[in-house]
């Protein structure tokens, strides 16, 4: 059967997501009635931790500081444009007036 309906694309995207998703997620068994395995599962925590530190944090960073940047610029050119039209002195529209002539 050959359904392309919404729900069924959605079902569809969704499921490939979740399966690329579990393919990089690491895992660690142990048993809490014998202990065994609970070395490696601390292992892994630590490098969780430190995966987070050197990769994660690092990629965060670098994205607030790129949207900062994109925020500054956008108020910079904003800025500019405004220091434009009171330098050729063009009027302001008034969006109260506007409505008022409609």
Known sequence: MNDD???SSLTRSMGMVLEEF???I???GF???T???VDDFFEAVKGAAEEYETEYKVQLRKRIAEQREKEQK???ENLAKLRKDLEHGEPVPD???EEELE
């Open 5 to 7: 309906t919404f729900m």
């Open 26 to 28: 690491k895992t660690v």
């Open 95 to 97: 969006p109260k007036q």
């Open 35 to 37: 202990g065994e395995g």
């Open 31 to 33: 048993s809490a009635l």
């Open 74 to 76: 956008e108020k910079e």
């Open 22 to 24: 579990y393919q990089n």
